[in-house]
């Protein structure tokens, strides 16, 4: 079975910060991994996915992750914070790169300092 | 081009009543998957509909059903409500041809059980 597991349910950074958001997965097969973000009463958007291909991963707004095996992780950064990346953040698995069932972890919630 | 769509937005029901909730999938798409996210969770996987079947299914008792009609929208069921039932029920479409893996979300419909 697949799971994730994102370390921190809320983070605080300030605007211009480093944003960094921990991910560690469980896969008995190489997993598919995905961020999605979630703004207030809306639905998730996918941020970014890794599927086998290059492991350091550019996804939209300026974020990106990398897959390193080793570590059985998949870490969000963005270099530089800004007001409107205040949402929560959700890292998740699959199996396979068109299973579409993924397993969501219980999400890190992002507030930023002005 | 609309994207997911989903109704109603919010609703109120009391214990042992049903409910039904609807989706329409972005244009394009043929699959559709549902998800419950309850408060300060991540989602978890209900079913999976294609081709009018259900494909996939995740850990969720028979009073959760659901239906994928010719036109790919969508509607899920659930029977008996219980106070647990109270969540954000939500929509994503994919194009299972397309393999491209990602999920669009609609913004949910938030299911209120008294």
């Known amino acids: 079975a697949q799971s994730v597991t994102q370390l921190g349910s809320h983070v605080s950074v300030s605007e211009g910060a480093l944003v960094l958001l921990r991910c560690n997965y469980s896969?008995?097969?190489?997993?598919?991994l995905f961020w999605y973000v979630q703004y207030p009463n809306q639905g998730l958007q996918l941020l970014l996915k890794y599927t086998s291909a290059a492991t350091l991963v550019k996804g939209i707004n300026g974020f990106e992750a990398e897959f390193k095996k080793s570590e059985t992780s998949f870490h969000l950064t963005k270099p530089s914070a800004h007001m409107s990346d205040a949402a929560e953040y959700f890292c998740?698995?699959?199996?396979?790169?068109?299973?579409?069932?993924?397993?969501f972890g219980a999400g890190t919630t992002v507030t930023v300092r002005a | 081009d609309a994207g997911v769509t989903q109704s109603p937005t919010h609703l109120i029901k009391t214990r042992g009543q049903q409910v039904t909730l609807r989706c329409s999938p972005k244009?394009?798409?043929?699959?559709v998957s549902w998800y419950q996210q309850a408060l300060g969770q991540g989602p978890q996987f209900i079913f999976q509909?294609?081709?009018?079947?259900?494909?996939q299914r995740g850990n969720f008792p028979d009073r959760f059903s659901g239906h994928q009609f010719p036109n790919y929208s969508s509607e899920l069921n659930v029977n008996a409500l219980l106070l647990g039932d109270s969540a954000l029920y939500l929509c994503?479409?994919?194009?299972?041809?397309?393999?491209?893996?990602?999920?669009?979300f609609g913004e949910g419909s938030r299911l209120t059980v008294l």
């Open positions: 244009s394009g798409h043929d699959t």
């Open positions: 998740a698995v699959s199996r396979r790169s068109n299973d579409y069932k993924l397993s």
């Open positions: 509909y294609y081709e009018e079947e259900e494909r």
């Open positions: 896969s008995s097969v190489p997993p598919y």
């Open positions: 994503a479409s994919s194009a299972t041809r397309l393999n491209t893996g990602e999920l669009f």
